[in-house]
């Protein structure tokens, strides 16, 4: 039975835990609530995948900091997938993407989604200052914040964290997204796991973050930011068995995708090779929930070629999440 649980303070021990064993302090998913000056919180949300630690980490260090002093501004902090951080997965076989549930999700009700809507209904009544969902990703990226709105507060809150800023609305479901009808809200994504400059950067961000008394509502300068929009998620075909490595599996992905990570790609460029005939092995969805994958994506004596040129973000050699997320996005830039 999955509830949500709220506390007023961290447990003894939760500063220094690994969040691996988190689940002895949490047992549940737990939203919890600090006491700083300006009474709006920040709200922040970390291992929303189980496997992405980064955020974790920064917040534990984030809280040491104030230990003795009072917090600038109240902060509030969703520990979402304590189940999976024990098994160090993104998620359990037998749970949903805690990032798909929440509030807008097209997934049918479950467990998690009624915990997401206490959530969101929760943070609504406290009058969040700004919502920061914090996420590690397995491909060669670099450090880039996702807005679900455009609007300048929410180009700020990016702008602060790095210049690259990407903006989405699909896939549906997600933290930024639900949050962003209530307060500025963003999703960073943080490199690999484990990297320690990575934990500092968030640190740094989320301590700013704490200081600011407003976020501005003037235009972000084109100078201060690269924008860019996702214009398809791409899936590999549930039917097709795919590799990185085994020469006659139905799509042989190419070992060097990952260096086409938020590198602009021409019309043309190859991802793989082909040994079934037939339909296309991968499927490009628009923001429209569309299927897109004849205008991105053809076959070309038994090699997969994109049709157009796109910047694919989120490439990863990692089969698993391949397969539970998705091959890539694809991405082009904006007018801020
Ligand atoms: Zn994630």
Not at 107 to 114: K, Q, V, Y
């Amino acid at each position: 039975m999955l509830r949500l649980q709220q506390l007023d303070g961290l447990p003894d021990g939760s500063l220094e835990i690994h969040p691996q064993n988190l689940y002895q302090l949490l047992p549940q998913p737990t939203l919890i609530h600090l006491q700083g000056n300006q009474p709006e919180p920040l709200f922040i949300t970390v291992l929303m995948h189980g496997n992405e630690p980064t955020g974790f980490y920064a917040v534990q260090k984030l809280v040491q900091k104030y230990q003795h002093k009072a917090l600038p501004r109240s902060l509030s902090l969703f520990f979402a997938n304590i189940e999976a951080a024990r098994h160090n997965v993104r998620q359990l076989e037998n749970q949903p993407d805690f990032n798909r549930v929440w509030p807008g999700t097209q997934l049918p009700p479950c467990a998690e989604s009624r915990l997401m809507q206490q959530v969101v209904d929760k943070m609504q009544g406290l009058h969040p200052f700004a919502s920061i969902d914090i996420h590690n990703n397995t491909g060669l990226n670099p450090h880039y914040g996702c807005i679900n709105k455009l609007d300048n507060r929410y180009i700020q809150l990016a702008a602060l964290f790095a210049r690259l800023t990407v903006y989405f609305t699909h896939p549906k479901g997600v933290q930024s997204g639900a949050m962003a009808e209530i307060c500025p809200a963003i999703t960073l994504e943080c490199g690999r796991p484990d990297q320690a400059y990575g934990t500092q950067h968030v640190l740094d961000y989320l301590d700013t973050c704490l200081h600011l008394p407003e976020l501005s509502n003037t235009a972000v300068s084109i100078k201060d930011v690269d924008l860019f929009h996702t214009i398809a998620q791409v899936k590999i075909q549930p039917e097709t068995d795919f590799s990185f490595h085994i020469d006659n599996s139905d799509l042989l992905l190419d070992h060097d995708l990952e260096q086409m990570n938020f590198t602009e790609v021409n019309s043309g460029t190859r991802f793989g090779r082909v040994n079934v005939n037939g339909q296309l092995p991968v499927i490009a969805i628009n923001p429209e929930g569309q299927d897109v994958s004849e205008k991105f994506f053809h076959l070309e004596q038994q090699e997969l070629r994109i049709s157009r040129p796109a910047m694919p973000s989120m490439l990863t050699l990692d089969e698993k999440v391949i397969r539970q997320d998705c091959l890539c996005y694809l991405m082009e830039r904006m007018q801020a």
